[in-house]
Antibody, heavy 123, light 107 residues
Framework: QITLKESGPTLVKPTQTLTLTCTFS??????????VGWIRQPPGKALEWLAL???????RYSPSLKSRLTITKDTSKNQVVLTMTNMDPVDTATYYC???????????????WGQGTLVTVSS | DIQMTQSPSTLSASVGDRVTITCRAS??????LAWYQQKPGKAPKLLIY???SLESGVPSRFSGSGSGTEFTLTISSLQPDDFATYYC?????????FGPGTKVDIK
């Protein structure tokens, strides 16, 4: 059974750095083709990819947020960590972690999601 | 970035209706398109991948079609459980992007 779960602060102040951890089970991030990423959704708005890290440490970032994001993995702990600097009230959103993967035929879309964690940015 | 648009943004329909949602990409994405259903307070659920392949466990009333830049999601006979928001997502390019969503509500 594959599960992912996000953890981190529910409230951060403007200008602070947000650190979120995704802890997963049922698959390994050392398996060829597997990736774990972060997607956010402001209240009442659409989904937005933030960052993605693959089994081989290939990292991808949202072009518009790249300067603020860092994604890392700890394969032994089955964890992926996202940091986002200089938080602003517009970054208030539910943050999801998700599994993505590819094989020789191409990419596959996210098939497993965490439950999401609401992060509010306010002083 | 590849930009995704969806139409309509909101759709009011009745149980039993045939519903069609359109998704367009700003450039060709071949068939690398997925559809997700999201209900309030829940994570999205994958319905369709590779434009027309039904994810395991998804009812057959859902179908997808299209290639290149224009895609459709069809619900053949809307059920009470189908009132939700639907998102398309391209996964063709180095960076994946979602559409803005289509909310299907009760007429």
């Amino acid at each position: 059974q594959i599960t992912l779960k996000e953890s981190g602060p529910t409230l951060v102040k403007p200008t602070q750095t947000l650190t979120l951890t995704c802890t997963f089970s049922g698959f390994s991030l050392s398996t060829s083709g597997v990736g774990v990423g972060w997607i956010r959704q402001p209240p009442g708005k659409a989904l937005e990819w933030l960052a993605l890290i693959y089994w081989d440490d290939d990292k991808r970032y949202s072009p518009s947020l790249k300067s603020r994001l860092t994604i890392t993995k700890d394969t032994s702990k089955n964890q992926v960590v996202l940091t986002m600097t200089n938080m602003d009230p517009v970054d208030t959103a539910t943050y999801y972690c998700a599994r993505e993967w590819y094989d020789s035929s191409g990419y596959f879309p996210v098939d497993y999601w965490g439950q999401g964690t609401l992060v509010t940015v306010s002083s | 970035d590849i930009q995704m648009t969806q139409s309509p943004s909101t759709l009011s329909a009745s149980v039993g209706d045939r519903v069609t949602i359109t998704c367009r990409a700003s450039q060709s994405i071949s068939s690398w398109l997925a559809w997700y259903q999201q209900k309030p307070g829940k994570a999205p659920k994958l319905l369709i991948y590779k434009a027309s392949s039904l994810e395991s466990g998804v009812p057959s009333r859902f179908s997808g079609s299209g290639s290149g830049t224009e895609f459709t999601l069809t619900i053949s006979s809307l059920q009470p459980d189908d009132f939700a928001t639907y998102y398309c997502q391209q996964y063709n390019s180095y960076w994946f992007t979602f559409g803005p969503g289509t909310k299907v509500d009760i007429k």
